[in-house]
Each structure stands twice: as structure tokens, then as C-alpha cells.
């Protein structure tokens, strides 16, 4: 089976750790030994997960129906706002390969608002990714 990789970036705590977590969990990617050492050491939340990855240096990882997905890192930036991503992009400061995702997190902080996510969705559709050279398909 194939392998990608995926890139996360986000303002410090934005929920990226929480995120890798719950994905590396839900979607088979920790053995039992890794389980274990969760356990053992009383580690019971999402960025537990990552912070066991980091303690004996391998990179989380999980399983898409099409491949292997290894996290190859978290970004912390001052703030992820489409500015900033418009600014990456358009700089080549960063190139997403195949796909770019973006992920509202913390909606719970405005009581699950539909016209607030609009407006941050509506925010990063206005970005012509194809504007920026890049391979991403919109």
C-alpha cells in the first residue's frame, strides 16, 4: 500500500496535536506495545498520542483507505488565517503536494455558529490555489 504524508499548521493552540491524535487513534495507527506504553504511563487524551511519537521518535502515523498516512509535522504560526496561507503559497514557502485541507477547529468557542464557519469557509475558498502554481486540484 502506498504512503503520504501530511503536513499540519495552525496558530499554537489550535487543536493540531489534539487532531493528529484522534486520527492516529481512531484510524489503526497504534500497535499494542504503543497502547501499552499509553497505559502504563496514565496517558488518556489525543495529544498524548503525539507526545508518545515524539517520546521515542517516530512520527504518527495512521491508515487511509489508500495508504499510509505519516505525519511529518506541526507548524505553529502566530496565526492560520487565508491571509497567511495566500501569503505561503504565494511566496513558495510552502507547496502542498496533492491535496490541501482545512480543517475549522474550535467552533465549540462561538457556540457551533453556522454564519461564523460560512465566513471562515468562504475565506479560504476565495484562495485560487491554481493562481499560486501549485498541483492541488480545487
Known amino acids: 500500500m502506498a504512503s503520504k504524508t501530511l503536513a499540519v499548521r495552525g496558530a499554537s493552540g489550535a487543536g493540531k496535536k489534539t487532531l493528529i491524535g484522534r486520527l492516529v487513534f481512531s484510524c489503526g495507527g497504534l500497535g499494542l506495545e504503543q497502547l501499552e506504553n499509553l497505559e ?26 489508500t495508504a499510509k498516512i505519516i505525519v511529518q509535522g506541526t507548524a505553529d504560526q502566530a496565526k492560520a488565517s487565508s491571509a497567511d496561507l495566500r501569503s505561503l ?35 479560504f475558498q476565495d484562495i485560487d490555489i491554481k493562481q499560486h502554481g501549485s498541483r492541488l486540484r480545487s
Open 40 to 65: 502504563r504511563r496514565n496517558r488518556t487524551s489525543y495529544p498524548d498520542v503525539v507526545r508518545l511519537f515524539n517520546e521515542i521518535g517516530e512520527k504518527p502515523s495512521f491508515w487511509a483507505p
Open 89 to 123: 503559497l504565494a511566496e513558495d514557502k510552502w507547496k502542498p503536494k496533492e491535496r490541501l485541507v482545512v480543517v475549522v477547529n474550535k467552533m465549540d468557542a462561538v457556540d457551533w455558529l453556522k454564519p461564523i464557519f460560512a465566513e471562515i469557509a468562504q475565506a
